[in-house]
């Protein structure tokens, strides 16, 4: 069984201050003259600290360094989660592109064939080089007349990004050569 919160707090531990803007817990207690202090965060169970300190005001400080923080890293996840559900803004006919690869870089293009709320029909396409620039390498831009594979569907999120698989997202596409580089 997992350890709580209570297996870490000492007895004479006092909840000290329970946030109103965030989900931070702090305790204070004494120990041999000593202010010490602990905070939780979240739903964790072990603690986000554990201090001694050396007067009352600098005790006082690092709390409301720690409440800050948490208050703003909390705002930030909040709006990260809202941004990630909102709809997004890709319509038919946008193209999609891929970077992704190991040792080399590898370019895909996708086509948005229809957009239903936030479920996009998807075609991969060409590419088509303009540019050389060293040996395996060179510059490339979408080709929407050659078509790959069969349509599919995937979701699309508030970022405008479409994750494909576990190793390619594709987002949206400028129309600027890409670069892209293979092995012989």
Not at 6 to 14: G, N
Not at 41 to 51: D, E, F, I, L, V
Not at 74 to 96: C, F, P, V, Y
Not at 133 to 144: E, F, L, N, Y
Request: proline fraction near 3%.
């Amino acid at each position: 069984m997992k350890p709580t919160r209570e297996y870490y707090l000492p007895l004479d531990a006092k909840l000290h201050l329970k946030d109103e803007f965030s989900t931070a817990v702090i305790y204070r207690y004494e120990r041999n003259g000593n202010l010490i202090g602990m905070a939780f965060r979240g739903k964790s169970q072990k603690p986000a600290w554990h201090y001694r300190f050396k007067s009352a005001e600098a005790q006082q400080q690092y709390e409301q360094n720690f409440l800050q923080s948490v208050r703003e890293a909390e705002e930030q996840k909040r709006k990260m989660s809202e941004q990630k559900n909102a709809l997004h803004t890709l319509k038919e006919g946008d193209i999609l592109y891929s970077s992704w690869g190991w040792e080399q870089t590898n370019i895909d293009f996708f086509q948005i064939i229809a957009v239903k709320s936030k479920t996009l029909t998807l075609q991969e396409i060409g590419a088509t080089s303009v540019e050389t620039t060293g040996w395996a390498s060179d510059r490339v831009i979408a080709d929407p007349t050659i078509k790959i594979g069969v349509e599919f569907k995937k979701r699309a999120d508030g970022f405008n990004q479409v994750t494909l698989d576990r190793c390619r997202t594709a987002t949206r596409y400028d129309g600027k050569p890409l670069h892209r580089s293979w092995y012989a």
